[in-house]
């Protein structure tokens, strides 16, 4: 449901940045037992760049898991941002020269009573809005799942096996908050990521230091431990053929040098002198000094 809310919330006065399509997807009890919240943000021809854009994330979410921009080349790259309180809720202030963003965080928020599951999202709108389009995960292993309002039939991801609820709600003026609930039972805790191959949804491209790459590499290993298992594999692997390679060169390099060697110092009776006499009867190979043959007994 979108409901009215004070204009003092808002900040359309202050920029002339316009969105043709948010899209946020909802997916709870995805790789964490919490909801996971993407936003995917595609800034209108109208918007000049670079810009200075504030997007409102729940202060209960303490800091954004990822905030990208998507280059020419197609791949996401990191931003930097910084974070203002406001209420319960934090502006996120991003410089983009980008008109396509990409955030992620994760709201603890996901009400667990036994097996029931109940996640109440909310979203103020600081932009005017072309098209807001709702995306709802429903978790795997997971029964009744009800989202209101409806965002109709859900279809089957055969990629990874999951269902999606879908729903493109149109224009969204600013000053305008939306509102979805999520409920479900859960048959088990096994998140749905956890069956999921380890394969990355989005490709991203570092642009910052040595430091803060292998940080952000320990950071997704230990959120998915299955990560764990295929990176042992995966080194595992590659030391194992290491090992082969400098076995089989250090076999190798000695077994055909001999080979060369051999066949090189290897003569022939004629190169070296040696006259060579067969018995004149059986043919028989004579050796020198023999005074008769050693097969048939005939005189040489």
Known sequence: MVSLIAPGFTRQEENLVKISRMEIDLWPDYDR???????????SNETELPVR???????????????????LDGLLYNLEYSLEPQ????????TTSSNELYIEYYDPRLVRSEDERIYDFSWICDYPIDKLVIKAQQPRNSEGFTIVPSL???ELNISDDLVYFTRDFGPLQTGITFNAQLSYTRINDELSASNLPVTASTPFAQDTGFSYTVSNVITQVLDNRSLVVAGTLILGGILL?????????S???????????????????????????????CGKRINPGDRYCRGCGNTI
């Not at 854009?53 to 280059?71: E, F, G, H, S, T």
Request: one cysteine or more; proline letters at 7%.
């Open 87 to 94: 209420g319960s809720w934090y502006q996120l202030v991003i």
């Open 152 to 154: 109709g039939l859900g």
């Open 241 to 249: 053929m290491v090992v082969v390679s400098m076995v089989a060169g």
């Open 33 to 43: 037992p919490q909801a996971l919240v993407i936003y995917k943000v595609q800034l």
């Open 53 to 71: 854009i504030n997007l409102r994330m729940p202060r209960a979410a303490i800091i954004p898991y990822k905030v990208a921009m998507r280059d």
């Open 251 to 281: 076999w190798a390099n000695p077994f055909s040098s001999w080979l060369k060697d051999s066949g090189k110092n290897k003569e022939s009776p004629e190169e070296l002198g040696i006259h060579i006499q067969y018995c004149p009867n």
